[in-house]
Structure formats: structure tokens, C-alpha cells
């Protein structure tokens, strides 16, 4: 069911110098730094190089040891380590940094606040500010030139969707991409920054594994196959160099599960004599396929990353009950927290991610990374559409939008967190260049 491509809980939506040891080292260093340093592009106001923020693990710990550049947003400014997915929303007067006239074509309708009549705009004019550092605003040039010649896959729903349009929003400072779609079926997009040579691709996937319409006569009611893979996003993935995985809404509608071919139970499906397995059973099982299929991928060798669950914010009634989301400002951290299913569905991407980081590891070298956007999306009930999606007059089929985010907006934030995460790897692979370097000197 298709209302101006929205996606709700309960229903779908509108990429030799070989005698001279000290030489060759020297050599390996210039050329890592040439390919990840962005040299040029740099705009006034962001950040001049991709290490003023670093890390030495998965979890986006920050180190301090390297200096803020000039121009930065921030730059890491403590002595300690610094988790950049604790703290606080603070003002930032600066923002927003597109418009819904510079991006027009990628912002959907149903999240163009200010074409709509929004009329508290400082939704726009906030920043995530971390506990113990800086977290610089998103620098498209120096994006680009992290990703110059990779590719970067979305696999997940329309919140998934949602942040691609926001990194196309982002992106568009420097450069529009060009569509390079394989279909014209709008759940899988793929465009490419031909300057760069950046693939960026879309895959819809809510369940994450192989599902099929479950009744027609019920309209919404899905069987969901937990051990077997979607291949409709697992046979594209093993080219691209990123793939990032999120899911989490559409869990909360009735959901019929199989496996092995046979149906075992469901969530909220009230058919008699059938075991009510309910909606986290789903979630851990399907994450747990989803993962076992990135490992299991013969020739796939890129950085798999996590983002993970961003609760709604519908208050005084459900999604279709009249629940809306009318706060204009975020919450300080001490005003609310993560309860009930949602810190549930937390917990169990966490458990599912940790276990295939160290299966995948383990048994072929892979890579994983987190995107904890959790607690930074919870603090922001004031980023969501809410009913400034269409004008006032028109008659549509369409809820109160407290599930997706308004563009520009909070959700742009999360591309501050991706960027991020790209500069910690990239520093990782400098730092093991060096070390295999030395190991070879050694050994020499």
C-alpha cells in the first residue's frame, strides 16, 4: 500500500624499490596518505583532514592524540577517549547546511517539512555534541574523497531510504549523482558521482529476509522465512565496499515466521492454535540470517555496518490512533530513556552484531562497524514530520509521521556518525600498513 512513498509500522511505502627497506616504507606511507588525505575540494568551515577524529575500535572510541585541524567543527578536544554516541543535542546556528530547494529531487514530499508549513524551523539548528569531544559537522568534500572509486550499499527499510537522501542532501554541495538504477522499481535505486566514481544503492528490505504476501485478503499480513537469505539484496552486496544494515519498525506489525519451510509460530497474527512467538523472536532470527548472509558471501570483502534502531516518537496514541510527535526542541539525555520493546530490539542488534563481527572475523578477515544512532535519534521527538507532509487542504491517505525524519534535520546527523566512522577505518588501515611494513623490515 503506497501513500506518497511514506512506509509506517503497519504498512509500505510510497562503493620497486626493493633494496632499500626504509625506501619501501616510505613509499607505502606517501602513497596511503595520497589516497585518503583530501587534498583539495576542502569548503570553508569543515574539516581539512579525514584523522582529527580517530579511533582504535569498532565502538567509535576517539582518541585526542591528533589535534583538531583549523576550520573544524570541533576536532577532538579532550585528554580522554570519547564514545561519539553520548551526549547531548546543543544549539548550532549554522545549520541547515542544504534547503529543500537545493535538494529537491531527493527529499521525498512526505518529509519536506518546510515546503509544508512547518512552522518551528529550529528543528533545523541542532548539532550532537559528544560527552568528552567534537564530532565534526559532515564534510562532503572529504567524503567524496574517502569513497573516490568504492561503492556503498542501504540495505534495510525506508528509514534506511531516509538517510541515503539525507547523504544525497549532504552531498549535493559538491556534486549531484547520476542515476544508474538497474530497474525502475524505486526500492532499489543506485546512483554514481561520476567525478569521483562513488556508487551509492538502495536496497528495501524491512524484514531483511525472504518474505512473501502472507493473505491477500489481509492486506500487510507477511510470512517471513528467519533462516532463509533475500536475495534480492544478498546477490548484489559482494560488490560493494560498504553495506549498512539497519531494520526495526516493520517488526511491530503481525508477522507469520517459518522456518526450515514450516511454519513455526507468529506475532499478532490471532489465528487459533498457533504459538505466539512475538515480534523479538522475529528480529534476533532475521538479524541473525541477515548476518550469516554478509559472512557466508564468497568474494565479499568490504565493511559491514550496523546502524541501529531509531524509536519513534508518537505520543498520546499509537501510530493510527491519533498519536502525533508535536515537541519542537530535543530532550536532555536526563529527560527520557530507552524502555520496553525498543530497548529489546537495542539490545538484540547489539548481541547479533557482536556475534557475526567475531564469526565473520574469525573465519575470513571481515570487517565490521557500528552506527549507534540510538540515543542521539531518541533525544529528537521535535525532528520528525508529524503531519507537515502534504498541505492542509488535501485529502490523503497519511498518518501522523513520527517514524521517519524531516530533511534537512536530525537525521542528518547520522551522516556525521558515518563519516566518521569511514576516517576510523581509514586510519586503521594506515596503521596496519605501517605495522605489516615493519613486520617485512624485521624479517628482512
Known amino acids: 500500500m503506497k501513500f506518497h512513498a511514506i512506509e509506517l509500522p503497519l504498512g509500505k511505502t510510497a562503493n620497486s624499490i626493493r633494496n632499500s627497506p626504509k625506501i619501501t616504507i616510505l613509499v607505502t606511507i606517501t602513497l596511503v596518505l595520497l589516497t585518503l588525505i583530501p587534498l583539495y575540494y576542502l569548503l570553508p568551515g569543515y574539516a581539512s ?13 576517539l582518541s585526542s592524540a591528533i589535534p583538531p585541524s583549523s576550520g573544524d567543527h570541533g576536532g577532538v578536544t579532550s585528554g580522554r577517549e570519547c564514545d561519539i554516541f553520548s551526549g547531548e543535542w546543543i544549539p548550532n546556528p549554522e545549520a541547515p547546511y542544504y534547503t529543500n530547494l537545493s535538494c529537491r529531487w531527493s527529499i521525498h514530499e512526505h518529509q519536506n517539512c518546510m515546503k509544508y508549513g512547518r512552522p518551528d524551523l529550529g528543528f533545523m539548528k541542532w548539532r550532537w555534541k559528544p560527552d568528552e569531544c567534537e564530532l565534526p559537522i559532515f564534510n562532503p568534500a572529504q567524503f567524496l574523497e574517502i569513497v573516490r572509486g568504492k561503492s556503498m550499499a542501504f540495505v534495510g527499510d525506508s528509514v534506511a531510504r531516509n538517510q541515503v537522501q539525507s547523504l544525497i542532501c549532504l552531498l549535493s554541495r559538491v556534486m549531484y549523482p547520476v542515476d544508474i538504477s538497474y530497474t525502475r522499481d524505486e526500492d532499489f535505486k543506485r546512483w554514481n558521482y561520476t567525478t569521483y566514481n562513488f556508487t551509492l544503492a538502495t536496497f528495501w528490505t524491512p524484514y531483511l529476509v525472504r518474505i512473501n504476501e502472507a493473505d491477500p485478503n489481509k492486506i500487510g499480513l507477511f510470512n517471513l522465512y528467519l533462516d532463509e537469505f533475500n536475495e534480492e539484496w544478498t546477490t548484489h552486496i559482494e560488490q560493494f565496499d560498504y553495506v549498512i544494515i539497519s531494520a526495526g519498525h516493520w517488526f511491530y506489525r503481525p508477522m507469520m515466521f517459518y522456518e526450515k519451510g514450516t511454519l513455526v509460530g507468529c506475532h499478532y497474527c490471532l489465528k487459533e492454535n498457533l504459538t505466539d512467538l ?69 539490545r538484540i542488534q ?35 514530520p508529524s503531519h507537515y507532509g502534504h498541505w492542509p487542504h488535501e485529502n490523503v491517505t497519511l498518518y501522523n509521521d513520527c517514524v521517519h525524519w524531516c530533511l534537512p534535520g536530525a537525521i542528518d546527523t547520522w551522516n556525521d556518525f558515518l563519516l566518521e566512522t569511514l576516517k576510523i577505518e581509514g586510519r586503521k588501515s594506515f596503521e596496519g600498513s605501517i605495522h605489516t611494513s615493519d613486520r617485512k623490515m624485521r624479517i628482512r
Open 49 to 61: 583532514f579525514p584523522w582529527n577524529s580517530s579511533s582504535s575500535s569498532s565502538s567509535q572510541k
Open 278 to 346: 512475538n515480534m523479538l523472536y522475529g528480529y534476533r532470527k532475521a538479524f541473525s540470517t541477515a548476518f550469516k548472509a554478509i559472512n557466508s558471501l564468497p568474494n565479499y570483502k568490504g565493511l559491514t555496518i550496523l546502524r541501529t534502531f531509531a524509536p519513534s516518537h508518537f505520543e498520546n496514541g499509537v501510530w493510527n490512533q491519533g498519536g502525533n510527535c508535536l515537541r519542537t526542541k530535543p530532550f536532555m539525555s536526563n529527560e527520557t530513556h530507552l524502555e520496553g520493546k525498543d530497548l529489546e530490539l537495542y
Open 350 to 384: 547489539l548481541e547479533e552484531f557482536s556475534i557475526a563481527e567475531r564469526e565473520g572475523k574469525k573465519s575470513r578477515g571481515l570487517r565490521y562497524g557500528l552506527l549507534d544512532t540510538t540515543k542521539a535519534s531518541l533525544l529528537r521527538p521535535d525532528g520528525h
